[in-house]
């Protein structure tokens, strides 16, 4: 006997079912079908084809829409590298160690940047006034935070650390709050760079004895540099790296291009062109005598008060020759920087000799300086 739905077995054992798949089998008899109007056929027709060319649009706007995304993730994940293949934050670099530093680190709460706007400002880095501990003081700052330049900035300050000399910038100290926030400190020289103080001093002002004092000076500080060991190129010596004060004198600063050598020779091209050595410019090894080139060319702006090679005029545009005309005669020996024929003959006669183009013709920052204190009595 047949079991009604509502007998006791489906009411108390509700999963009766659960193991069992039923087919329903709907048999529409084809008379009906045959029997549905032409219009209604039609409709089911056309709602069909449209209800999958919506799917269809559906789903290729979402794959469009999620392409469009992860292309512009990419992108943006990329920035820096498209700037830059070897572009990385200093701040997440692993290879940057700011350790080697700490017998340096500043105490923050004492330090404070007490100008306006920079003192000094150049493709990689800003000088700032400031005051440690209730002196005064300048402090260097990078422009460029990419690991490879802070290591760079590491390098230079650890270099500073080891120098002791009275004729070059002495190191305070670092700081910093994070990595790309480091900061080189060292001491304040209230009269600038020699470049501007020459630009704005008249010649009649400042007269050889002084001048001649600062050239020594110079050289002394060259004769630190070439004798430490191991020995020291600066390798960007121009009057913007020579600093006075009217108390301390003359002193060597920025280090951030030299080297420290344990060869003879380096063949990596570094500095700014007017005070390049001809060995340099043409890519040949080199030694510490290009720094005696470039104190050659200093020479010269003494003389002058200008600019190496500012006096030089094509005459056929009568505007001054391009920076590739220059080094090309330069390192060809045709080009040198011109000196103020007024200029005392010791100052002719020693800034030529710096600046033979063979290295092996110019003095050695000792030699030099034994030059320079004969003329002692000369002014």
Same mark, same amino acid.
């Given at each position: 006997?047949?079991?009604?739905?509502?007998?006791?077995?489906?009411?108390?054992?509700?999963?009766?079912?659960?193991?069992? =798949?039923?087919?329903?089998?709907? *048999?529409?008899?084809?008379?009906?079908?045959?029997?549905?109007?032409? +219009?209604?056929?039609?409709?089911?027709?056309? %709602?069909?084809?449209?209800? @999958?060319?919506?799917?269809?649009?559906?789903?290729?706007?979402?794959?469009?829409?999620?392409?469009?995304?992860?292309?512009?993730?990419?992108?943006?994940?990329?920035?820096?590298?498209?700037?830059?293949?070897?572009?990385?934050?200093?701040?997440?670099?692993?290879?940057?160690?700011?350790?080697?530093?700490?017998?340096?680190?500043?105490?923050?709460?004492?330090?404070?940047?007490?100008?306006?706007?920079?003192?000094?400002? %150049?493709?990689?880095? !800003?000088?700032?006034?400031?005051?440690?501990? @209730?002196?005064?003081?300048?402090?260097?700052?990078?422009?460029?935070?990419?690991?490879? +330049?802070?290591?760079?900035?590491?390098?230079?300050?650890?270099?500073?650390?080891?120098?002791?000399?009275? *004729?070059?910038?002495?190191?305070?100290?670092? +700081?910093?709050?994070?990595?790309?926030?480091?900061?080189?400190?060292?001491?304040?020289?209230?009269?600038?760079?020699?470049?501007?103080?020459?630009?704005?001093?008249?010649?009649?002002?400042?007269?050889?004895?002084?001048?001649?004092?600062?050239?020594?000076?110079?050289?002394?500080?060259?004769?630190?540099?070439?004798?430490?060991?191991?020995?020291?190129?600066?390798?960007?010596?121009?009057?913007?790296?020579?600093?006075?004060?009217?108390?301390?004198?003359?002193?060597?600063?920025?280090?951030?291009?030299?080297?420290?050598?344990?060869?003879?020779?380096?063949? $990596?091209?570094?500095?700014?062109?007017?005070?390049?050595?001809?060995?340099?410019?043409?890519?040949?090894? *080199? +030694?510490?005598?290009?720094?005696?080139?470039?104190?050659?060319?200093?020479?010269? !702006?003494?003389?002058?008060?200008?600019?190496?090679?500012?006096?030089?005029?094509?005459?056929?545009?009568?505007?001054?020759?391009?920076?590739?005309?220059?080094?090309?005669? =330069?390192?060809?020996?045709?080009?040198?920087?011109?000196?103020?024929?007024?200029?005392?003959?010791?100052? $002719?006669?020693?800034?030529?000799?710096?600046?033979?183009?063979?290295?092996?013709?110019?003095?050695?920052?000792?030699?030099?300086?034994?030059?320079?204190?004969?003329?002692?009595?000369?002014?």
């Amino acid at each position: 006997m047949a079991r009604s739905a509502t007998d006791d077995d489906t009411n108390t054992h509700p999963d009766a079912f659960a193991n069992y =798949v039923v087919f329903v089998d709907l *048999y529409v008899p084809w008379k009906q079908v045959c029997g549905l109007t032409v +219009s209604l056929a039609v409709g089911v027709i056309v %709602g069909s084809v449209l209800g @999958g060319l919506v799917g269809l649009g559906l789903l290729f706007w979402c794959l469009f829409w999620r392409k469009r995304r992860s292309v512009k993730s990419k992108t943006n994940s990329n920035v820096a590298s498209t700037h830059d293949a070897s572009y990385q934050p200093v701040d997440d670099a692993d290879d940057v160690d700011l350790s080697t530093l700490r017998m340096v680190r500043l105490e923050l709460r004492e330090l404070s940047v007490s100008s306006a706007r920079p003192l000094a400002a %150049g493709a990689y880095g !800003e000088v700032w006034a400031g005051v440690y501990g @209730g002196e005064a003081v300048a402090i260097k700052r990078l422009k460029d935070k990419s690991a490879p +330049s802070t290591q760079h900035f590491i390098d230079e300050i650890l270099l500073l650390a080891k120098i002791d000399s009275p *004729y070059i910038v002495k190191l305070v100290g670092a +700081s910093w709050r994070r990595l790309s926030d480091l900061e080189c400190v060292v001491e304040y020289m209230d009269l600038g760079d020699l470049r501007s103080y020459l630009t704005k001093t008249p010649a009649e002002i400042y007269p050889w004895h002084e001048k001649l004092e600062c050239l020594l000076s110079l050289a002394l500080g060259l004769v630190y540099l070439h004798t430490f060991e191991p020995r020291i190129i600066h390798r960007d010596l121009k009057s913007r790296n020579v600093l006075l004060d009217s108390k301390k004198g003359t002193k060597l600063t920025d280090f951030g291009a030299s080297r420290e050598i344990t060869d003879s020779t380096l063949t $990596h091209g570094i500095g700014t062109y007017q005070w390049m050595a001809p060995e340099i410019i043409n890519g040949d090894a *080199y +030694s510490e005598s290009i720094d005696l080139y470039a104190f050659g060319v200093i020479m010269t !702006e003494m003389s002058t008060h200008r600019v190496p090679y500012a006096s030089l005029i094509n005459p056929n545009t009568g505007h001054a020759y391009s920076q590739q005309y220059i080094l090309t005669n =330069v390192a060809s020996g045709k080009l040198t920087p011109t000196l103020d024929e007024a200029s005392p003959e010791w100052v $002719h006669t020693i800034a030529s000799r710096c600046l033979s183009t063979n290295p092996i013709d110019r003095p050695t920052a000792m030699q030099l300086v034994q030059l320079l204190r004969q003329c002692l009595p000369l002014v």
